[in-house]
Nanobody, 112 residues
């Protein structure tokens, strides 16, 4: 079955960095477009970034452009989200997404 397992979240000060990972299994990862979403309390889940199967097409939400970088390693069946210059408003649960499947999420908290 499809499994998406996120890791790498935590507490970081404003201006800091975190790198999230999503380990995927149960499908042909190298053929799959992958996305990162996030959801803050009381808000709807929103797209953060997406990457095509080969990594050649990448999209970002306007609010993370220039700060976050999505990447993937098809040999490790893993997609990453490097987050730099973090702001308090980036605080949310971050989810890995493939088609109709979601990971369990990893909490990112940006606070001094």
């Amino acid at each position: 079955q499809v499994q998406l397992v996120e890791s790498g979240g935590g507490l970081v000060q404003p201006g800091g960095s975190l790198k999230l990972s999503c380990a995927a299994s149960g499908f042909t990862f190298r053929s799959a477009g992958m996305d990162w979403y996030r959801q803050a309390p009381g808000t709807e889940r929103e797209l953060v970034a997406g990457i095509s199967s080969g990594g050649g097409t990448i999209k970002y939400a306007d609010f993370v452009k220039g700060r976050f970088t999505i990447s993937r390693d098809n040999n490790k069946n893993t997609v990453y989200l490097q987050m730099n210059s973090l702001k308090p408003e980036d605080t949310a649960v971050y989810y890995c997404h493939y088609q109709r499947y979601w990971g369990q999420g990893t909490q990112v908290t940006v606070s001094s």
